[in-house]
């Protein structure tokens, strides 16, 4: 299995403009957690799906945020509209039967 | 809200120098992992640590946690350069078949060789 894959890698996109980052979990892992990474605040856990559901988005900051799991192979976090401010590292990561999670390698998001 | 705090968020020291890593919660935990990310990827999981008390060794990293279950601590003997990296504290909350993870502040370690 290749792990969990994000794309894209890097994104830098100007204030306003829409942003979809994406993430393929590894196959037969349930769980799946959205995290944002800064130097500021640490890792936050901002959504996380189980068995494609949504389970709690407490931690989703603002409405111009959205994710989604309309399967078990694809999910994605979707910013609209984008502000300096959100740029960060977001990581997809995944859950199997216990507790450990496996990261992707993140999409570090510049927004300009 | 759930937080888990660590210290020092910061440590420098010289390859060969012992260090110990703390993670501390007022929240109790079904269980807690330790992580370690190097630049550009994503964490990787060190270890597990589930019952109150457990000792847990890895080479030349010992993890233990807490007897209340709320905190823990790593120690790394003798460390090398290949130690560096950021290491990450989580706790973890049983909810119906998945776990919540909630991430430590973090403790940024180089080490000189």
């Known amino acids: 299995d290749a792990g969990v894959i994000q794309s894209p890698r890097h994104e830098v996109t100007e204030m306003g403009q829409e942003v979809t980052l994406r993430c393929k979990p590894i196959s037969g892992h349930n769980s799946l957690f959205w995290y944002r990474q800064t130097m500021m605040r640490g890792l936050e856990l901002l959504i996380y799906?189980?068995?494609?559901?949504?389970?709690?988005d407490s931690g989703m900051p603002e409405d111009r945020f959205s994710a989604k799991m309309p399967n078990a192979s694809f999910s994605t976090l979707k910013i609209q509209p984008s502000e300096p401010r959100d740029s960060a590292v977001y990581f997809c990561a995944n859950q199997g039967q216990g507790t450990e999670a496996f990261f992707g390698q993140g999409t570090r998001l510049t927004v300009v | 809200t759930q937080l888990l705090e660590q210290s020092p968020q910061f440590l420098s020291i010289q390859e060969g120098e012992n260090l110990t890593v703390y993670c501390n919660s007022s929240?109790?935990?079904?269980?807690l992992q330790w992580y370690r990310q190097e630049p550009g990827e994503g964490p990787v999981l060190l270890v597990t640590v589930v019952t109150g008390g457990e000792v847990k060794k890895l080479k030349r990293l010992t993890f233990q946690f807490g007897d209340a279950r709320k905190d823990s601590s790593l120690h790394i003997t003798a460390a090398q350069p290949g130690d560096t990296g950021l290491y990450l504290c989580a706790g973890a909350d049983s909810l119906d078949s998945s776990y919540k993870l909630i991430f430590g502040s973090g403790t940024r370690l180089l080490v000189r060789p």
């Open positions: 799906f189980n068995n494609n559901v949504p389970i709690d």
């Open positions: 929240s109790v935990f079904s269980s």
